[in-house]
């Protein structure tokens, strides 16, 4: 980093037609403040004043060099105040959960007033600070916790206490709320609205079975004879449907698989794929989804409309900077647009899979992404050609 290049950048091998040069770029997750003539992190404070944070700006590219510019943004209220917005993600989270962090890591605030993840044994992440393991968890999870039946406290050790909304009663142990806890397959571990205590309750979408106080999926075979199918909380029905069919509840009826049946005009009956047929058995009750890519494609863009957060790509809707359905080393970007067309109202972003800051692109026949090189192997690569080169130099002068 430096000489040649300016203070911040560093030389970077880049192509053009066959063969390679070299210019001066920001680092990796790192771009250019135009003003300043600089490269800062993006996602941090940057340049910014209080408020804001330097993020990539999109609206405004080099094309010539292809320099990936970064301006400051206004950082988002979040609807809750124990919440803050992390930039990279765009998204708010609880302070002092795991979030979007890697494991050992919580979310919280900076000295600069941008989200970050933290663990260290002082600041706001020191009552969560685990010494053992030199991590920092969420308090009342399982945390670092080994032994059964004890959660994560504010004391930072692993333990249990009766008076704790985790305790179960019957085990006389805590369980993280919302895990499977001490309860059977189908159900979670729960604190009811006006109840303290968690306890063992049946998952969304599934019922509990009066005969065995189970809990299982309706239109799965469940507790039910073979051929059979459960119903609700007490009825079992004989399986209504002939191959190549699915039930639909509200019309009582089956409907031929990939026929519009009762679905509204585009979709079509499909399996309900939130059944996981390996833990919950084949669920035989019918859904509607998309017929194809234009079929759903106005329901689609309306989400994205109006949203500058989102970004239509593929018939879907995709959040900007995230890795969605790119390859390695690429996120979600807009598109080039007009700048009419950006600011249009009820107009949409459209997105394209862009390689992250500091990583090559490697393009098909129609410009499309196929893959992202880290810089460590451009370099190598560059370096090798450039040493290619001076050992050919060097063999022509001796012959």
């Known amino acids: 980093m430096g000489y040649p290049c300016p203070e911040t950048m560093e030389l970077s091998p880049v192509t053009f037609g066959q063969n390679y040069t070299a210019e001066c770029r920001c680092p990796p997750k790192t771009a250019l403040h135009e003003d300043e ?3 800062y992190q993006i996602f941090t404070k940057g340049p910014c004043p209080k408020g804001y944070f330097f993020g990539p700006n999109e609206e405004r590219s080099n094309k010539t060099t292809k320099l990936h510019l970064g301006a400051c943004q206004k950082i988002k209220k979040c609807p809750s105040t124990n919440e803050i917005y992390y930039p990279k993600t765009n998204r708010c989270y609880n302070t002092l959960t795991r979030g979007p962090c890697p494991k050992g890591l919580l979310i919280t605030v900076s000295d600069e007033e941008i989200a970050k993840c933290e663990c260290s044994n002082n600041g706001h992440t020191k009552q969560n600070y685990y010494t053992q393991t030199k991590s920092c968890f969420e308090h009342f999870t399982k ?11 504010p004391e930072k050790e692993c333990g249990c206490n009766d008076l704790l909304p985790h305790f179960d009663k019957n085990t006389e142990m805590c369980y993280e709320i919302g895990t499977a806890g001490p309860c059977q397959p189908g159900e979670h571990f729960l604190v009811e609205p006006n109840e303290y205590n968690a306890r063992c309750q049946c998952k969304a ?5 009066e005969l065995d106080s189970k809990c299982y999926r ?8 073979a051929h059979h199918i459960l119903l609700n909380s007490t009825t079992c029905i004989v399986q209504p449907c002939n191959r190549g069919h699915l039930y639909f509840p509200d019309e009582g009826k089956c409907f031929r698989i990939g026929m519009r049946g009762p679905c509204a005009p585009g979709k079509l009956v499909t399996f309900d794929f939130d059944t996981k047929p390996s833990l919950e058995g084949v669920s ?7 017929n194809a890519r234009t079929s759903c494609e106005k329901s689609e863009i309306q989400k994205c409309a109006g949203n500058k957060n989102n970004v239509y790509y593929e018939g879907r809707c995709y959040e900007l900077y995230k890795k969605g359905p790119c390859p390695e080393g690429a996120w979600m ?33 129609n410009n499309e992404l196929i893959e992202c090189v880290s810089p460590t192997e451009i370099l190598a690569i560059y370096l090798n050609d450039q040493y290619s080169l001076a050992t050919d130099l060097n063999y022509n002068k001796n012959t």
Do not use: M
């Not at 979408?205 to 079975?209: D, E, F, H, S």
């Not at 009419?340 to 972003?349: A, K, P, T, V």
């Open 284 to 290: 035989y009750r019918g859904k509607c989804h998309c």
């Open 218 to 225: 309706p239109y799965t075979q469940g507790p039910c004879p």
């Open 205 to 209: 979408g599934y019922v509990r079975y």
């Open 333 to 365: 970007a807009i598109k080039r647009q007009k700048r009419d067309q950006i600011w249009d109202e009820g107009s949409y972003l459209e997105g394209i899979c862009e390689c992250i800051p500091g990583f090559k692109t490697i393009s098909g026949k």
């Open 37 to 39: 003539n600089r490269c």
């Open 143 to 153: 945390g670092p916790c080994k032994e059964r039946g004890a959660i994560f406290l």
